[in-house]
């Protein structure tokens, strides 16, 4: 089995490993929202502005595999659809902080006066909990999750993670999601290397890069040909476990992003090749969107 880890627990191996700079690189106009941090999200605007379609996300599902979230959070209550917990933690909430920062980017509640907004924020979520309280989590784990977010239901799948070495199960767990119809996107790491990381280097993931507020790559993003969008990641501002909010730098945080323009487009997207589903039309949009700018 193949173990990996979040945020900055050791050397290598790691996942997503995602730092908490205090960096405001840019601020949007308070004019978006009613939410009363929503000047900290400066790449909230800049996403949405990719969006294709009308943005509907009423009863899109979408299945965050992390270190849990925090449903108690104020920005995030009733976002929730089902938990599950395949870690050895005692609980599906997230005591680390990592997941409740994916959710806040995708899903926080819009125009309640608070917090921060999602850039999907009708979306819903399934928390799948596959890392433990430290961040540690093994392939194996991550495989089952996937898995267990298809047959429950979901349409889209976040893993703000990233695995040195792939495994057969984990790729196989990756082929029956896309399989189903579900568009899966992955985090490709923080270690500033050329090297492939799974699951996002599999070829039915959407492998996601960091970018910074200039719109260039983000110093420590992994890169490379395997990689096929590029989303803001350094300074990102959004919700934490423990009812807060704060700062956040990493892949994780641009696949979040990604994910969210999935959840804002899934709906509206046409299957043109009329195979009965649209995660291939909706994962080829999302990597013709999120281009570094050098790439236009």
């Known amino acids: 089995m193949v173990l990996g880890l979040f945020q900055f627990f050791g050397a290598a191996p790691v996942m997503a490993a995602d730092s908490q700079e205090a960096v405001q690189t840019g601020t949007v106009a308070t004019t978006i929202t009613n939410d009363s941090h929503v000047d ?4 909230l605007l800049r996403v949405q502005s990719l969006v294709v379609g009308s943005g509907e996300t009423e009863e899109v599902l979408v299945a965050i595999l992390d270190t849990g979230i925090d449903q ?22 997230d005591r680390l902080g990592h997941g409740t920062h994916v959710a806040g980017i995708i899903a926080a509640t819009a125009n309640n006066g608070i917090g921060i907004a999602g850039a999907a924020p009708n979306a819903r979520l399934l928390n799948v909990k596959i890392a433990d309280d430290k961040g540690m989590v093994w392939a194996s784990t991550v495989a089952k999750g996937i898995v267990w977010a298809v047959d429950n239901g979901a349409k889209i799948i976040n893993m703000s993670l990233a695995i040195p070495s792939g495994t057969p199960a984990l790729e196989a767990a990756v082929d029956y999601a896309w399989s189903k119809g579900v568009v899966i996107i992955a985090a490709a790491g ?12 599999y070829p039915n993931v959407v492998a996601v890069a960091a970018t910074d507020a200039s719109g260039s790559m983000w110093e420590k993003s992994n890169h490379g040909g395997w990689v096929n969008a590029y989303a803001p990641g350094a300074g990102i501002y959004s919700a934490v476990a423990g009812n807060g909010y704060g700062y956040k730098s990493g892949t994780s945080m641009a696949t979040a992003y990604v994910t969210a323009v999935a959840a804002l487009t899934i709906s509206t997207v046409t299957d043109a090749d009329s195979d009965g589903f649209v995660n291939d039309e909706v994962a080829e949009a999302l990597k013709a969107a999120f281009v570094l700018p050098q790439q236009n």
């Open 72 to 93: 108690q959070h104020e920005d995030l209550a009733g976002k929730v659809a089902k938990s599950i917990n395949f870690s050895d933690s005692d609980t599906a909430s």
């Open 40 to 43: 900290r999200q400066w790449a």
């Open 190 to 201: 923080n270690t500033g290397t050329a090297a492939p990381t799974y699951p996002a280097s």
